[in-house]
């Protein structure tokens, strides 16, 4: 069935299964989706997954963006032939989209990282490597093969060590820096405080920082004392996962606690400003992204600063509770970015999400957590319905509304707003 748009193509793989009974392992509708993510989630993993910061007010603001923008078919017109690719700086991807990047997946499926870049590898679409990702960044390029990735930087306060990372995604053939600006602190995550949940007090989601030499030479030799004691049973838990974490890396529990403490005091930039994007570009040959931009103001300043393009996010409503939905602010920044490339992140959750956006003038989207979701579910197989069906949509959504190809979707394809 190679030669079947994906669209058509997708619908096979269920509906001939159906007759004799199968249905998806992965529910194709996203409420369902997350629904049965969470029965196969920790009550921990459930929080810091599908949380968002405060009220969720942005969690919800994404999805209501999404909803008030409506699509306006064309008909018999010839959609036959379709084409979803997209040019990203230099590479052709064959689909409008990539695997964003999602941190401490370890908590969601033991397969983590690898499981997901043998599913992108598999279905052809890209992924960017989590700065927190729960395995190193050259063995998940070692799964994609020649498939596209990216690396995602949180700008770190210790400058060596983000060199040091830099190099490492460069070595490991990424095609891009993502610099996340959205997160020089941690925003206030009402379930996961809850829950007393911070994964990398666990030694979880620390893969990058535990396989770097430069980090490693500059954890301490014992762990500064805060004050602070953990107490109850919980605390076997933890130290159970900080011996698992020593072991796969050649740490002892100590050195483990030391190396935790260090991550804490050096994780953070709230300092970080646009001169820093200069000092990044005499680290890399790449191109840079800005990811956390939700201001034309700011992408005008990405685009004096030299940056080569913009992700329009606002992480996936875990950082501020209650700012506008990405796909409001999106016009306005693409307007304001001229021609450097804009892509969009946060609430996407369907094919037809992904065509909303792209008519509002993103070059293509990140998927964030419908993959996460298939991964609880199905691990690499889930994370491959989980592409395979909003591919499948987005195909349908773009010959439906009479568009044969991704690149050329623009607001012809939505209705004018009220």
């Excluded at 994007?277 to 030299?306: C, F, N």
Aim: hydrophobic residues 45%.
């Amino acid at each position: 069935m190679s030669d079947i748009p994906p669209g058509r193509r997708r619908q096979m793989e269920i509906y001939v299964p159906g007759v004799g009974g199968a249905k998806p392992r992965v529910p194709v509708d996203p409420v369902k989706l997350e629904q049965r993510a969470a029965m196969a989630m920790s009550a921990a993993a459930e929080g810091y997954i599908i949380g968002g910061a405060g009220s969720e007010l942005t969690v919800r603001a994404n999805r209501a963006a999404f909803d008030r923008v409506q699509l306006a078919p064309r008909v018999l017109r010839d959609v036959a032939v379709r084409d979803l690719s997209v040019m990203l700086f230099g590479r052709r991807h064959q689909a409008p989209l990539l695997l964003a990047p999602v941190g401490v997946l370890e908590m969601v499926h033991r397969d983590a990282d690898l499981a997901v870049a043998r599913a992108a590898r598999a279905e052809g679409i890209g992924m960017v490597l989590s700065n927190q990702a729960s395995v190193e960044m050259e063995r998940c390029a070692s799964a994609l093969g020649d498939t596209p990735r990216w690396f995602q930087l949180y700008w770190s306060s210790d400058d060596e060590f983000v060199r040091s990372v830099v190099g490492r995604a460069e070595r490991a053939g990424c095609e891009a820096i993502v610099v996340t600006v959205d997160t020089t602190l941690l925003g206030w995550r009402a379930r996961d405080l809850d829950l007393a949940s911070l994964p990398f007090l666990r030694g979880q989601g620390l893969a990058q920082y535990l396989s770097d030499p430069v980090f490693r030479a500059k954890i301490p030799a014992s762990p500064p004392d805060t004050g602070l004691r953990p107490k109850g049973l919980g605390v076997i838990g933890a130290l159970v996962s900080l011996l698992r974490k020593g072991r796969a890396h050649g740490l002892t529990i100590g050195q483990m606690r030391a190396a935790v403490a260090h991550f804490v005091a050096t994780y953070s930039r709230p300092d970080l400003t646009w001169a820093d994007i200069a000092r990044l570009r005499e680290m890399t040959r790449l191109p840079i992204l800005v990811k956390g931009i939700r201001h034309a103001d700011d992408a005008r300043l990405a685009r004096e600063h030299g940056v080569d393009g913009i992700v329009v996010s606002n992480h996936g409503g875990r950082q501020v509770d209650g700012e506008a939905g990405t796909l409001d602010v999106l016009p306005g920044i693409v307007a304001a970015a001229g021609e450097m490339p804009v892509l969009l992140d946060s609430g996407v959750r369907s094919g037809a999400d992904v065509a909303k956006a792209l008519a509002l003038g993103a070059r293509a989207v990140l998927i964030g957590r419908p993959y996460v979701y298939g991964l609880a579910i199905a691990g690499e197989a889930g994370v491959r319905e989980v592409i395979r069906n909003i591919v499948a949509e987005f195909d349908l959504t773009l010959a439906l509304c009479g568009v044969t190809k991704a690149s050329e979707l623009n607001r012809d394809a939505l209705l004018p707003p009220p």
